[in-house]
C-alpha cells in the first residue's frame, strides 16, 4: 500500500484517511491465513486498487500547485522516497533477519547467499531476479508489499515528468488506455484484480498501478468542474467494506468481472463521493489516526507476521492458534510497531533528510 495523505497546510480529507486505514487492515488477511476472514472479505486484495487510486488523488491535491511552480521530477522524487523510505526499509531488515534466520536453520529454501543477494536488490527497492530471490516467482521477498511500493514510484515518476502536460481529456485518455490493457491482465494472468506480486504476473502491475493512479488524478482534476453528491461518513466506509465483502468466489470469471468493476466504478466511486464527507469528534480521531498508521502497518505487517507466526509455532502445534486469531494480533502488532516506530524513527529520520535535502523542501 503506497497510498497515504501528505502532512501539511492543505484540505485534509478526514474520511478518506480513515477508509484507508481501513483498507490496510483488510490487507492483512490476505497475507495471514483465515479461512473466516475468507469467507468474509473475499476481495481484500482491491485494496491496493483503492490505494493506488486515493494516491493519484491526493498527490495532485498536495503537490499540483508545487509541481506547476517548478518543482521538477527529480525533486518530487526526492520527497516521495523520503516519505516512504524509512518504514521500508524497517520492514526489510525485519523480513532480512526473519529469512537469515530461517536459512542458518535450514528452515526453508532460501539460501544465506540468497538472502543476501535478495537484500542487496531490495535495498534500492529493485526487485530480485528469480535465481538470486529466496522464492525464484518474489520479486520481493523480504517484504511482499513492496511490489506496489515500487509501482507506487514508477507511476509517481511518470506523474510527475508529465505533470505540466496533462489535462483532463489527456489524464482520462491515459487511464483509458491503461485500462484497456488492464482488462487482459486479469483475465489471463490471475482472473482477478492483483497482478504484479509475482514474477508471473509482474507485467500486469503496470496497467495495474496506472489505470488506478490516473483515474485519481482525474477524479481531482474534476472536483471543481462537476459537483457530486457526498456520501456521509458511515456510507463511505461501510461502502468500502461492501467493496471487500462482496460475495464473489475468489477466482474465475465471475471474479475478473467483478474486480475490474470495482476498479473501473465502485473505487473510483466511493474516493470521488467520499472526499468531501466530514466527521468529527471521536470518529475523526479514529479516523485519523488509522490514516496515520496505514502505510506503516501495510509495509510492515508481513514481515512481523512471519516473527508472530515463528512465536507461536513454538509453544503451539501448527494450526493451533486460529487464523482470525493470528490475523487479530498481526494487526495489533503492526498498530502498536507502526506506532511506536512512526515517533522515534520515521519522523525523525524524515525531517533529518528534509533538513539534509532543501531542494525537496
Known sequence: ?????????KQRFAVLDGMR??????????????????????????????FFILSGFVLTHVYADRLAAGMGALKFMRVRLIRLYPLYLA???LGGALALLYAIKGWGEGTIAQVASSFLFALPLSPAPP??????????????????????????????????????????????????????????????????????NFLGG????AYAFFAGVFIYQMRSRVRLPVLPPWAAFLGLIAVFAAPVPAYGVA???????????????????????????????????????????????????????????????????????????????????TAVLTRVYDVPVRRMLMRRSPAAA
Open 21 to 50: 486505514g481501513l483498507a490496510a487492515l483488510a490487507v492483512i488477511s490476505d497475507h495471514v491465513s483465515s479461512p473466516l476472514m475468507d469467507a468474509l472479505i473475499p476481495g481484500r486484495y482491491l485494496a491496493v486498487d483503492f
Open 131 to 200: 535465481a538470486l530471490s529466496i522464492w525464484p516467482d518474489a520479486p520481493f521477498p523480504l517484504d511482499g508489499p513492496a511490489w506496489s511500493l515500487f509501482f507506487e514510484l514508477f507511476i509517481n515518476g511518470a506523474f510527475a515528468l508529465i505533470f505540466l502536460w496533462l489535462t483532463p481529456l489527456r489524464t482520462v485518455l491515459i487511464a483509458l488506455a491503461a485500462g484497456l490493457l488492464l482488462i487482459p491482465s486479469v483475465f489471463l494472468l490471475t482472473s482477478r484484480l492483483d497482478a504484479g506480486f509475482a514474477w508471473s
Open 206 to 209: 503496470f496497467p495495474h498501478v
Open 91 to 93: 520492514g526489510i531488515l
Open 255 to 337: 471474479r475478473s468481472f467483478y474486480d475490474l468493476a470495482a476498479a473501473f466504478v465502485l473505487c473510483p466511486a466511493l474516493v470521488a463521493l467520499s472526499a468531501d464527507s466530514k466527521i468529527s469528534g471521536r470518529v475523526l480521531r479514529v479516523s485519523a489516526f488509522l490514516g496515520a498508521m496505514s502505510y506503516g502497518v501495510y509495509i510492515l505487517h508481513v514481515p512481523i507476521w512471519g516473527w508472530l507466526r515463528l512465536a507461536t509455532d513454538m509453544v503451539a502445534p501448527d494450526g493451533a492458534v486460529p487464523g482470525v486469531v493470528n490475523v487479530a494480533l498481526t494487526a495489533a502488532i503492526a498498530l502498536g510497531a
Open 1 to 9: 500500500m503506497s497510498a497515504h495523505l501528505e502532512s501539511g497546510a
